[in-house]
């Protein structure tokens, strides 16, 4: 497979002093993760009705095991509070938020109009190798 390039300069991941420790803690408590079954293959406990409408175009987030809710929003809290989120304009929100979890694995969440849904970052995705650098070195 091609690795997928992206060329949104919304999908960078903002200095490393773009929020201090309370700048981000207050983003944390403002921002929502909500989920989305068009991510799923496996229900697990969000509740979506139906319970997985996974889309060919969409990545898995599940697709290596199953990620519980209380789990997503604690790698989406994570990744605010380590500061890995795209820059934004004051008094808004990123558009993507990006987390790591226990065994390596990349995660990106991204906004829609409900709050924001995450997935696994598929290998063929250059931006796993960047935020999983990032992550390190943060």
């Not at 420790?21 to 009705?49: C, I, N, W």
């Not at 990123?94 to 065994?103: G, L």
């Amino acid at each position: 497979m091609k690795v997928r390039e992206s060329n949104d300069p919304k999908r960078r991941v903002a200095p490393s002093d773009r929020l201090d420790e309370t700048g981000r803690a207050e983003l944390a408590m403002r921002l929502s993760y909500v989920g989305s079954a068009l991510h799923k293959t496996r229900p697990g406990d969000y509740g979506f009705q139906p319970p997985v409408n996974p889309r060919a175009t969409k990545s898995i987030c599940d697709g290596g095991r199953t990620v519980l809710r209380s789990e997503a929003q604690a790698l989406f809290r994570q990744g605010i509070m380590k500061g890995m989120f795209s820059d934004f304009p004051d008094y808004s929100q990123p558009k993507f938020v990006w987390s790591v979890d226990a065994i390596g694995e990349a995660y990106e969440a991204k906004i829609d109009r409900t709050g924001y849904h995450g997935y696994r970052l598929e290998e063929e995705d250059n931006m796993r190798y960047v935020v999983l650098k990032e992550w390190e070195r943060r």
